[in-house]
Nanobody, 118 residues
């Protein structure tokens, strides 16, 4: 069965960096675009970034462009999200999603929590 397992979240100080990972299994990872979304406390889902099947192209929300970098290693069936210059407003639960079409996915991970605080 399809599984997506995020990791790499934690407590980090403002200005710090994190790299989130999403380990995929149960499907041909290299055949799917993947994307990241997050949900901050008390807020709705926010689409962050998606990445092409071969990792050769990624799109970003304006709110994170320049600070977030999506990548993937198809040999390891793993998706990554590098988050730099973390801000308090980046505090959220981060999910990876298998994309069906832009902004819509069919399988989600359980999420990894990021807390940005001094």
């Amino acid at each position: 069965q399809v599984q997506l397992v995020e990791s790499g979240g934690g407590l980090v100080q403002p200005g710090g960096s994190l790299r989130l990972s999403c380990a995929a299994s149960g499907f041909t990872f290299s055949s799917y675009w993947m994307y990241w979304v997050r949900q901050a406390p008390g807020k709705g889902l926010e689409w962050l970034s998606n990445i092409k099947t071969d990792g050769g192209h990624a799109n970003y929300a304006d709110s994170v462009k320049g600070r977030f970098i999506s990548s993937r290693d198809n040999a390891k069936n793993t998706l990554y999200l590098q988050i730099n210059s973390l801000k308090a407003e980046d505090t959220a639960l981060y999910y990876c999603v298998r994309e069906l079409y832009w902004g819509a996915g069919d399988y989600w991970g359980q999420g990894t929590q990021v807390v940005v605080s001094s």
